[in-house]
């Protein structure tokens, strides 16, 4: 007992590992709530662009010695607008143009690394995040980004949840719906740069729609769905980051790689229930 | 889409439920309705009937205030379309994902969220009316079923329940007849029978022309243009269903038989 106690301890006697789990935990209960709406609405792919958009921004503050998040932010809000305005406003198919910005953006980022030397270790950290150089100040913005996001969640929940159900039905009641669209984009981007230590820009994706799509799986209500998904979102986290500690593995994949796993389980008990019922 | 920043406003008495001038529309480049004309009494229903593509989705986003129109003027209760809430349009089921987590009760909430206001959530009041709502639609004994597990029939009563509670006195319905067994189609019918007594108009896009003939007030045949709009029994002539429908009527030699070949929905084929 007192040998797995010791070994469940082991790894949060180190401090950086402990700003890594709250990190990472905040990350996880956080992303998975915004990735409800992400799921129902179908934005899978505007979610992962979004991603990569932001990252000559991310680029750019790290170059300029700013906080990752600050200039990340700047640019997410920015780009997440642009591509809505362009949505709207162009002939082109939306994913199309949505493809174009992203692709451009996230070239854009890596040339500007590219400049520097080390560059490649600063890339790696960059796409698939750096949860055990997490600082003590990086800790409290990516709580405080994580609370933002909640606290606006809870306060449009019912319009948000309009929006999901049913666009039209959110026009005809006259709801603001441009606007509540792009408040939902600037969370996305928000959230998503608050995720960008944890599990990096190319595994951002993950954490917004795995666990929340697991959670789809076996809840049937809205609520449910956002409270399972966070559950999951966290115990991906913590898992995750024992098992990075005990197999070396990086912990950003790990985190993923349990959360993947923990879709794969809900997958199998909706099939076995379905078949029960 | 137009700005959604809504006031309420007061309805004119004297003017008709919906009053509808010269209206077209342009869609993906080539024109949806043309020149479309009428006025509709409150506390009507009519029926708009006319071949796939001929522009009854179309007129409905504009009613709707979801589409602006390229030329015309739309007045409902004597307002241009988009500035209240009165309007309620109950989807087309595809437009419906049908593994949405939200139970009946939370689908009819929805209708009400304009009514309870911002960063605020609904009151015992707010429930209350919900319950009546789907009291009124007879399935108070489904309120906490998921959406997506109800029969296509009491979908339709659930967005009906929502208009309710909308406190809607103009409804929109998109095919919702489409496939429906009989007794669903006449529970749905009792609904905007008591709807409609109650002084509420009422749009239903329809291929079934037996029930528009027979449960209708109204009857638009629309194919772009509008070929005819009156009485269902004005309208539903051989003539006009020749005009709206062109190559997918035949004329059957003996008897006044018709057979629509329009080909994508259930309840197609009807005699006139």
């Known amino acids: 007992m007192n040998a797995w106690l010791a070994w469940l301890a082991e790894p949060f006697t180190y401090p950086f590992m402990l700003r890594g789990l709250a990190a990472a935990l905040t990350v996880g209960v956080v992303c998975p709530v915004l990735g409800a709406y992400v799921v129902l609405r179908g934005m899978a792919f505007f979610g992962d662009a979004l991603a990569h958009i932001i990252l000559p921004g991310v680029v750019a503050a790290f170059l300029l010695g700013w906080p990752l998040v600050s200039g990340a932010l700047i640019v997410g809000v920015l780009a997440a607008l642009a591509v809505g305005a362009i949505s709207r406003r162009s002939t082109i198919k939306e994913d199309t143009a949505i493809g174009v910005v992203f692709a451009g953006c996230f070239a854009l980022g890596i040339a500007l690394l590219s400049s520097r030397r080390g560059y490649a270790v600063d890339l790696s950290h960059i796409l698939f995040g750096n949860l055990l150089g997490v600082s003590p100040s990086d ?122 796993a923990a879709f794969a389980v809900a997958f199998v008990v909706r099939r076995i229930r379905r078949r029960v019922a | 889409m137009p700005q959604s920043t809504v006031r309420p406003v007061d309805h004119d008495p004297q003017a008709p439920s919906l009053s509808v001038e010269r209206l077209s529309v342009h869609f993906n480049g080539s024109e949806a309705l043309r020149d479309v004309t009428f006025r509709l009494p409150a506390g009507q229903r009519l029926a708009v009937v006319g071949p796939n593509g001929a522009g009854k989705t179309t007129l409905f986003n504009v009613l709707a205030g979801a589409q602006r129109p390229h030329d015309g003027t739309v007045r409902i209760f004597g307002h241009p379309p988009g500035g209240d809430t009165c309007i309620a349009y109950v989807p087309q089921r595809s437009r419906i994902d049908p593994a949405f987590p939200a139970s009946a009760a939370e689908v009819v909430m929805m209708g009400r969220i304009r009514e309870i206001g911002p960063l605020r959530w609904p009151g015992r009041r707010d429930w209350q009316v919900v319950r009546g709502a789907l009291d ?52 749905l019918f009792e609904i905007l029978d008591n709807l409609r007594a109650a002084g509420v108009t009422e749009l239903v896009a329809t291929h079934d022309l037996n029930l528009a003939a027979e449960r209708f007030d109204a009857v638009m045949l629309l194919n772009h243009r509008l070929v005819a709009f009156g009485r269902p029994a004005d309208v539903l002539t051989r003539d006009h269903l020749v005009r709206a429908y062109g190559g997918h009527v035949h004329v059957l030699p003996e008897g006044d038989l018709l057979i629509l070949t329009d080909t994508c929905c259930e309840g197609d084929e009807a005699d006139a």
């Open chain 1, 139 to 260: 800790v409290l913005l990516i709580a405080g980004l994580g609370l933002l996001a909640l606290l606006t969640v809870v306060a449009f929940y019912k319009e948000f949840l309009v929006l999901s159900f049913d666009p039209l039905l959110a026009l005809t009641l006259r709801l603001p719906v441009h606007r509540l669209q792009n408040l939902m984009l600037i969370l996305l981007a928000v959230v998503i740069v608050a995720s960008i230590q944890a599990v990096g820009v190319a595994l951002v994706l993950a954490m917004l729609i795995t666990p929340a799509a697991a959670a789809s799986l076996l809840t049937r209500r809205l609520p449910m769905m956002m409270l399972v998904g966070a559950g999951i979102g966290a115990l991906s986290a913590v898992v995750g980051l024992y098992l990075s500690y005990y197999t070396n593995l990086a912990s950003g994949p790990a985190i993923v790689l349990t959360a993947t």
């Open chain 2, 136 to 187: 009124r639609v007879g399935l108070a004994d489904q309120a906490g079923r998921p959406i997506g597990e109800l029969s296509g029939g009491q979908q339709q009563r659930v967005f009906l329940a929502q208009a309710l509670a909308q406190e809607a006195e103009l409804i929109l319905l998109d095919e919702p007849l489409t496939g429906l067994d009989f007794p669903s189609q006449q529970a």
